[in-house]
């Protein structure tokens, strides 16, 4: 499976944007990037994920390298409660390794007041 | 709308004791994935259904450990006897088959055994 590489850490202030990197030099063709987050004492959770084409929904942005061997989940204005570990995971979207989920450590994210 | 339901939230037991986690699959799902989570070896997908079959089960770590899916809305991971390295926080997650269907995780069952 292609790996990920992610900051351990990353720190922010409370209503400004936060971008979260990722590398993925090994992305074959046909892998998806998933972010997920989870906060504390609680499950993961979905938050974004794209092919090719930078993508936009209601938690988040992802924009993904033209080459596709990097990406980045960026959060326009942080608060408090996104606050959290983030995982950037490639899915194929087919073969024995479909649906399945490999975490990484992640990004630890703290936002400051 | 209910998300993936996992009973019990909390479970202490000592060790050599038989451990069963549960887990409801959000309505119409048709995969549920069992992950670990511990300090050591973050998260890890131990087993995944498909219309209740079970598809991969590479990640479960020994035969102490066992699960089933006796229908589309209910699911068990099973650990006996249980040991003090098992101790760990369990999620039980869902998805539809469509390709890349984002999973949809419980609040996990935290495993404590003496």
């Known amino acids: 499976d292609a790996k990920t590489t992610q900051p351990n850490s990353m720190e922010s202030n409370e209503e400004e944007p936060v971008h979260l990197p990722c590398n993925h030099s090994?992305?074959?063709?046909?892998?998806?990037i998933h972010w997920y987050r989870q906060l504390p004492s609680q499950g993961p959770e979905y938050v974004i994920h794209?092919?090719?084409s930078n993508v936009n929904n209601r938690m988040a942005s992802l924009a993904i390298a033209e080459d596709r061997k990097s990406s980045t989940l960026i959060l326009h204005r942080a608060t408090l409660r996104d606050a959290a570990v983030y995982y950037c995971?490639?899915?194929?979207?087919?073969?024995?390794?479909?649906?399945?989920?490999?975490f990484g450590q992640g990004t630890i994210l703290t936002v400051h007041p | 709308d209910a998300g993936v339901i996992q009973s019990p939230r909390h479970e202490v037991t000592e060790m050599g004791q038989e451990v069963t986690l549960r887990c409801k699959p959000i309505?119409?799902?048709?995969?549920l994935f069992w992950y670990r989570q511990t300090m050591m070896r973050g998260l890890e997908l131990l087993i995944y259904?498909?219309?209740?079959?079970?598809?991969?089960d590479s990640g479960m770590p020994e035969d102490r450990f066992s699960a089933k899916m006796p229908n589309a809305s209910f699911s068990t991971l099973k650990i006996q006897p249980s040991e003090p390295r098992d101790s760990a926080v369990y999620f039980c997650?869902?998805?539809?088959?469509?390709?890349?269907?984002?999973?949809?995780f419980g609040d996990g069952t935290r495993l404590s055994i003496l």
């Open positions: 997650a869902s998805s539809f088959s469509r390709a890349n269907q984002p999973q949809h």
């Open positions: 090994t992305i074959s063709g046909t892998d998806y």
């Open positions: 794209g092919l090719t």
């Open positions: 995971i490639l899915t194929n979207a087919g073969g024995t390794s479909y649906g399945k989920l490999t």
């Open positions: 309505s119409g799902h048709d995969y």
């Open positions: 259904f498909n219309n209740n079959v079970p598809i991969d």
